[in-house]
């Protein structure tokens, strides 16, 4: 490079003073790519460089006949040899550039036109005919520019002037080191730097867009170069070329009696096959049908996340495979089959189908990461996409209720109707139409407002298409999970979301699966613990929360409540899997164990594989604590109280700090058994106005908070019976109570009875002595019991229990059942006294009664 100002005679003359033939080769290597010559001195086309390549033909004669005369050492050999290579790739670039040149300069470099009646739809094939549906789908569908964008250009940018020679020398190479099969050392390749070589190759294959009389200008150009023979590479070239293509200009390819890239296609395959003929070792028979199937372009039509485009591309290849083979077939006596040849292609075009239908149902959202191209090849990798996530949410657009979405799982495993899109049965007429229904906007809900479950069958979920899934509902619902919780995460207030998070936690929690726990704890970790730790220490502590967001959350005492229900829930759930049975590593039966022809086939999940890897045993003590901590703010949201009751408070609520051991709090406290007490009556106030209650369930939560206070176990459910009790609802329990006498603090549950019960009578008494036609009845006690009973009575109402009014005869079979509890025990004398005043007034009342009737 110089700033003196020279001619292009000058800079030819200065080059033909050049002495060494080493410096003759590379000195041509700078002129090939020097733009200088067109930009300053007038250069046109490769006038130029002919010259230049002229003068280096005759110095090599040259010095060859001087070689051959007087001889010479190794290093002038391989001097010679160098600058033969050199010529000869500097002559095929000429030559190549001339015949493209001149084809530019011809056509005027016109835009891209595609005639729409360009050929007969009414001829045009089934999987052509599905190509173009997918492409008007897939055009009202958000994945169009999410996923599709090259398929949608608004205008394809266009080369209006010629291709100078310095930009086609730069982006071409030699490829020495990969030598060709026809041994050939010297061909042009264009540069490996995929972005450069994409406008060379779009000139290459302009051709192909024009009429039949410029359509063997690609093939003379690829001859010229030295890369006809080369058709692996030709292959990707050309898929490059397509890919770059607007899918209209691909459209015209669909149908017709002349389809320029069909007809180069076949025309390739037909020469790999007269190669083998001639000679078998420049191609042997394996390379030749790799080269029939067009097996590099299949891998390339793999890598394509352009999907409608892919499919386009697919159509083209097994139509041009269908064809040439078909040929070859007949010349091999069938070693070589159509059937064989275009089946690779059919299963590309059905994952392709799979592939659209889940990125068009999912309107492009595939990727939870956000990271990864949808493709064919990225579906089959094991580890890149999870089918179960997909599905969730899809699941999700359609209703966020389990039980609904668990029965849909189980019908679609059963059906009949259901198919796979990747096997031949989703080429049928209707499967393809009920697939493309499928993928149609108005046919669908969203993650936030489903649409509900219908009847219609002409637009089913993904599940219908990938119903083994139905065998995995508990990755399902971990997904669900996920989702909803991620949802929430962005809309805190709506607390529905949450709720339906923990209810599909609930089936996980129920199967004991490692991924299981493993979702528990990441929801807990990422989107539950940073609110209570913010919610106990402040928000500058969890950089995690938004603190305009969620301080006005917090003070809503509703929000907080159900918040609280939500977190203690998710912390009893993980405190079973943590103290329970053994966490299995997968269900109890394998659901990748049966064969099926479904793709992508059931396989381990990426996301839950993910969580499970990184799972951290959480410790028993701090589970504990920190559930006991989360039930006791639920039920006095007294913070204060809470960290003065637990000594190691302040350790709570860390990223760390479930998987942490924690110190013992002090055992059975007064603050404990009152905190305990307090949530029993809680309960039994809720569950009091079941007509029959005939478990514990209810009290579930507050029993492991008991023993974790070191309460006997059966304190709890006896004083859950005692309130039951106390609030009047005795026939409730009637047959629990039955079944329950072993469980209970037998003494403890007598003493209390015998406090309700005297107060009950108490009632009754003071209520007849006001009524004066009863006042006879209650002379007839004995003096001495009815005055316990009252200073009983009266001692408990000083303590301010309340007692619900019950009726003399249900009060009087407590007091029976209760008897038959205590025969020869220290309670036996005072129920024996209670049972005669409540037989005694039971006795007179009805005595009253019927004497009142007869006066009647």
């Known amino acids: 490079d110089t700033n003196v100002p020279c001619s292009a005679a000058t800079v030819l003359a200065t080059f033909k003073r050049i002495k060494t033939l080493t410096d003759l080769g590379e000195g041509l290597e700078a002129l090939s790519?020097?733009?200088?010559?067109?930009?300053?001195?007038?250069?046109?086309?490769?006038?130029?460089?002919?010259?230049?390549?002229?003068?280096?033909?005759?110095?090599?004669?040259?010095?060859?006949?001087?070689?051959?005369?007087?001889?010479?050492?190794?290093?002038?050999?391989?001097?010679?040899?160098?600058?033969?290579?050199?010529?000869?790739y500097h002559e095929r670039l000429i030559n190549a550039f001339d015949i493209l040149n001149n084809f530019e300069s011809k056509d005027d470099l016109k835009d891209i036109v595609m005639d729409d009646d360009s050929g007969d739809l009414r001829s045009i094939s089934s999987w052509a005919s599905e190509a173009l549906s997918w492409l008007i789908v897939a055009s009202e569908n958000d994945a169009a520019s999410s996923r599709f964008v090259p398929?949608?250009?608004d205008t394809q940018k266009q080369n209006k002037k010629p291709l100078r020679f310095s930009h086609f020398a730069r982006n071409c190479a030699s490829k020495n080191k990969n030598k060709l099969p026809s041994g050939d050392n010297n061909a042009v390749y264009f540069t490996p730097i995929k972005r450069d070589r994409s406008p060379i190759i779009a000139r290459i294959f302009r051709p192909l867009l024009r009429d039949i009389f410029v359509f063997k200008v690609v093939n003379s150009i690829l001859t010229h170069l030295g890369i006809d023979g080369d058709f692996e590479t030709l292959q990707?070239?050309?898929?490059?070329?397509?890919?770059?293509?607007?899918?209209?200009?691909?459209?015209?390819?669909?149908?017709?009696?002349?389809?320029?890239?069909?007809?180069?296609?076949?025309?390739?395959?037909?020469?790999?096959?007269?190669?083998?003929?001639?000679?078998?070792?420049?191609?042997?028979?394996?390379?030749?049908?790799?080269?029939?199937r067009l097996e590099s372009l299949l891998r390339f039509c793999n890598e394509i996340e352009d999907l409608p485009k892919a499919?386009?591309?697919?159509?083209?290849?097994?139509?041009?495979?269908?064809?040439?083979s078909l040929q070859i077939e007949e010349k091999t006596y069938g070693k070589i089959t159509q059937m064989d040849s275009i089946q690779p292609w059919k299963i590309l075009m059905r994952r392709l189908r799979v592939c659209l239908l889940v990125s068009l149902r999912l309107s492009g959202d595939v990727d939870s990461g956000g990271f990864?191209?949808?493709?064919?090849?990225?579906?089959?990798?094991?580890?890149?996409?999870?089918?179960?996530?997909?599905?969730?949410?899809?699941?999700?657009?359609?209703?966020?209720?389990?039980?609904v979405l668990m029965a849909m799982e189980t019908a679609y495993l059963s059906s009949s109707e259901a198919f796979y899109p990747s096997t031949a049965d989703g080429d049928t007429i209707a499967h393809k139409k009920a697939i493309l229904q499928s993928c149609s906007n108005s046919a669908r809900g969203s993650l936030r407002n489903p649409s509900g479950l219908t009847s219609d069958s002409l637009s089913p979920p993904l599940l219908f298409y990938l119903k083994d899934h139905g065998r995995c509902s508990n990755r399902l619902a971990a997904h669900r999970a996920l989702i909803l919780v991620g949802l929430w995460g962005q809309t805190p207030d709506n607390l529905l979301l949450l709720r339906r998070c923990v209810?599909?936690?609930?089936?996980?929690?129920?199967?004991?699966?490692?991924?299981?726990?493993?979702?528990?704890?990441?929801?807990?970790?990422?989107?539950?613990?940073?609110?209570?730790?913010?919610?106990?220490?402040?928000?500058?502590?969890?950089?995690?929360?938004?603190?305009?967001?969620?301080?006005?959350?917090?003070?809503?005492?509703?929000?907080?409540?159900?918040?609280?229900?939500?977190?203690?829930?998710?912390?009893?759930?993980?405190?079973?899997?943590?103290?329970?049975?053994?966490?299995?590593?997968?269900?109890?039966?394998?659901?990748?164990?049966?064969?099926?022809?479904?793709?992508?086939?059931?396989?381990e999940c990426p996301i839950l594989s993910s969580l499970v890897s990184k799972l951290r045993p959480a410790k028993l003590s701090s589970v504990?604590?920190?559930?006991?901590?989360?039930?006791?703010?639920?039920?006095?949201?007294?913070?204060?109280?809470?960290?003065?009751?637990?000594?190691?408070?302040?350790?709570?609520?860390?990223?760390?700090?479930?998987?942490?051991?924690?110190?013992?709090?002090?055992?059975?406290?007064?603050?404990?058994?009152?905190?305990?007490?307090?949530?029993?009556?809680?309960?039994?106030?809720?569950?009091?106005?079941?007509?029959?209650?005939?478990?514990?369930?209810?009290?579930?939560?507050?029993?492991?908070?008991?023993?974790?206070?070191?309460?006997?176990?059966?304190?709890?459910?006896?004083?859950?019976?005692?309130?039951?009790?106390?609030?009047g609802r005795d026939a409730c329990i009637n047959d629990l109570l039955g079944g329950s006498s072993a469980i209970l603090m037998k003494p403890f549950?007598?003493?209390?009875?015998?406090?309700?019960?005297?107060?009950?009578?108490?009632?009754?008494?003071?209520?007849?002595?006001?009524?004066?036609?009863?006042?006879?009845?209650?002379?007839?006690?004995?003096?001495?019991?009815?005055?316990?009973?009252?200073?009983?009575a009266e001692r408990n109402t000083s303590q301010k229990d309340d007692y619900t009014a019950v009726s003399l005869i249900t009060t009087h079979t407590l007091i029976l059942r209760l008897r038959s509890m205590t025969e020869n025990d220290a309670f036996s004398d005072q129920i024996n006294s209670l049972c005669l005043i409540s037989e005694m007034l039971l006795k007179a009342v009805r005595e009253q009664e019927q004497q009142r009737v007869l006066d009647v």
Not at 78 to 88: C, F, H, Q, R
Not at 311 to 324: E, G, L, N, Y
Not at 679 to 697: L, M, T
Not at 786 to 792: A, D, G, I, Y
Request: with cysteine; charged share 25%.
């Open 236 to 292: 990707l070239y050309f898929g490059e070329w397509l890919r770059s293509l607007p899918a209209d200009a691909i459209k015209a390819n669909m149908s017709g009696n002349w389809r320029p890239m069909v007809r180069w296609l076949h025309d390739m395959i037909l020469n790999a096959y007269q190669r083998n003929r001639q000679d078998a070792q420049e191609l042997d028979d394996a390379s030749l049908e790799k080269v029939v």
């Open 33 to 88: 790519k020097c733009n200088r010559l067109e930009d300053e001195m007038g250069v046109v086309g490769s006038s130029f460089h002919s010259q230049a390549v002229a003068f280096c033909k005759s110095r090599l004669d040259q010095v060859k006949k001087v070689e051959l005369e007087e001889g010479s050492g190794m290093a002038r050999k391989a001097a010679i040899s160098e600058l033969e290579s050199k010529l000869t």
């Open 151 to 153: 398929a949608f250009p």
């Open 503 to 603: 209810e599909s936690l609930h089936i996980l929690h129920e199967n004991a699966v490692q991924f299981g726990l493993a979702t528990l704890l990441e929801i807990w970790q990422s989107r539950i613990r940073p609110v209570f730790q913010s919610l106990m220490f402040g928000f500058g502590i969890a950089d995690e929360l938004s603190q305009e967001v969620f301080s006005s959350l917090i003070e809503d005492r509703e929000w907080l409540s159900e918040f609280t229900i939500h977190a203690r829930t998710v912390l009893g759930m993980i405190l079973e899997c943590t103290s329970g049975h053994p966490i299995e590593d997968t269900t109890n039966e394998d659901p990748f164990s049966e064969k099926s022809d479904m793709w992508p086939p059931l396989r």
């Open 624 to 727: 504990k604590l920190h559930h006991i901590v989360t039930f006791t703010f639920e039920m006095t949201h007294d913070i204060d109280s809470i960290a003065s009751a637990v000594p190691s408070f302040t350790r709570l609520f860390s990223v760390g700090s479930l998987f942490s051991e924690m110190p013992p709090i002090p055992k059975e406290s007064i603050e404990q058994r009152r905190l305990i007490d307090q949530a029993i009556v809680e309960r039994a106030n809720k569950s009091s106005s079941n007509p029959v209650i005939d478990n514990f369930d209810c009290i579930k939560d507050v029993d492991l908070v008991g023993k974790a206070f070191g309460l006997d176990p059966k304190y709890t459910k006896t004083r859950y019976l005692i309130e039951i009790i106390r609030l």
């Open 372 to 403: 990864n191209p949808m493709t064919v090849s990225s579906v089959s990798k094991p580890g890149t996409f999870s089918t179960y996530a997909w599905i969730a949410k899809d699941e999700l657009t359609l209703s966020h209720e389990n039980q």
């Open 749 to 792: 549950f007598i003493e209390e009875l015998v406090k309700i019960l005297c107060a009950r009578l108490n009632n009754i008494i003071a209520s007849l002595k006001r009524t004066k036609q009863y006042r006879g009845v209650i002379s007839r006690l004995d003096a001495e019991a009815s005055n316990w009973v009252k200073e009983q």
């Open 311 to 324: 499919f386009f591309i697919a159509v083209i290849c097994i139509d041009a495979v269908s064809t040439a």
